[in-house]
């Protein structure tokens, strides 16, 4: 497979509507890729938390309809990262949307793990309830999203729900981009799964983005990783290695925690 992961800049100044026909444009430069990966929360900026409310949109809202055309005209798959969506009654969620290469709607996730403790996200927007996986010709996706990456346990979910690919878009800090990378690699290993980890560039309200987008194998080496600045981070990778690392090692298969297994049965 052939992913391209696009570390979108949050540029000041620049309209929601510029910023989606520029994103627009990039996706359809994607044109031979299989999947195409955005960033967290690129229409506003991930720190931006005074935009959420103002450019919340509904799941089928402008951007929706962008990146679903885009991602027909691409003829890709297209996780198009997340926007401020407004629910018809009334709470936002931090949601991610997938699309085919014919620009359906395969999968939405709203995000579970939001960040600020107790401001931010963590106040301003209402918390996802469901792991959601998107099955692909080639592999399984597992979503999550940025702070969602700091959970092992949502990940480990989605082993057990088929998925064998993580897909991960970030609006992640410059600050902590150690961990970013730590982080990405452990859930790699520990799931014996490729990770593609999307984060953005730029400044978003004052705080520097991370960007270093990263792609990692399911034995944890880092096939590729972009640098601070660079817009488009492509890889090649065989989604077959999932399956392959897991029965030459079958780490998953000795799992005890969190496990359901028969009950045996009291015969005296």
Known sequence: ???????????????????????????????????????????????????????????????????????????????AGSIPERDPEGPLYNTSLVFSPSGQLAAAYRKIHRFGFDKGEAVLMSAGQELVTVRLPDTTLGLGTCYDLRFPELFRGLVDAGAETFVLPAGWPERRRAHWTLLARARAVENQAFVLACGTAGTHAGVPQAGHSIVVDPWGEVLAEAGPGEETLTVEFDPARTAETREQFPALKDRVLGVERPRRQNLS
């Open 1 to 79: 497979m052939r992913a391209s992961l696009l570390q979108v800049a949050v540029n000041e100044g620049e309209s929601v509507e510029s910023r989606r026909r520029r994103v627009a444009g990039l996706v359809r430069e994607q044109a031979g890729a299989d999947l195409v990966v955005l960033p967290e929360l690129w229409t506003t900026g991930a720190f931006a938390y005074e935009e959420f409310a103002r450019e919340a949109e509904p799941l089928e809202g402008p951007t929706f309809e962008a990146m679903a055309e885009a991602a027909s005209d691409a003829g890709v798959w297209l996780h």
